[in-house]
């Protein structure tokens, strides 16, 4: 089994910044051979699709609604996945998930990611 912990989020005013981490323990060979996703989750809505990456960085996906702004990458000899988010908005706030990718299958859905974190906060102030 794969362990992920998140760390970086925080509070920060609309137009600011911020780098979110995903460190992996455990099982790291999980880490580095497989996709991996980031999620985010806001209060009374469902878990969303952030952004994705292939195991060797060699493709990367991301969600219109942070097309431009968001981008992933990964250290596999640091066992992390990052996530820069830059031109922050208040419709970003939210819970930030990390999670390992189902060989197969849409990078776009939750249910073909396992070995979640346990998240977090990231608030955006207006």
């Known amino acids: 089994q794969v362990q992920l912990v998140e760390s970086g989020g925080g509070l920060v005013q609309a137009g600011g910044s911020l780098r979110l981490s995903c460190a992996a323990s455990?099982?790291?060979?999980?880490?580095?051979?497989?996709?991996m996703g980031w999620f985010r989750q806001a209060p009374g809505k469902e878990r969303e699709f952030v952004a994705a990456?292939?195991?060797?960085?060699?493709?990367?996906y991301s969600a219109d609604s942070v097309k431009g702004r968001f981008s992933i990458s990964r250290d596999n000899a640091k066992n992390t996945l990052y996530l820069q988010m830059n031109s922050l908005k208040p419709e970003d706030t939210a819970t930030y998930y990390c999670?390992?990718?189902?060989?197969?299958?849409?990078?776009?859905?939750?249910?073909?990611?396992?070995?979640w974190g346990q998240g977090t906060q990231v608030t955006v102030s207006s």
């Open positions: 999670a390992v990718k189902r060989l197969g299958g849409s990078y776009y859905y939750t249910a073909n990611y396992h070995s």
């Open positions: 455990g099982r790291t060979d999980t880490f580095s051979n497989y996709a």
């Open positions: 990456i292939t195991w060797n960085s060699g493709s990367t």
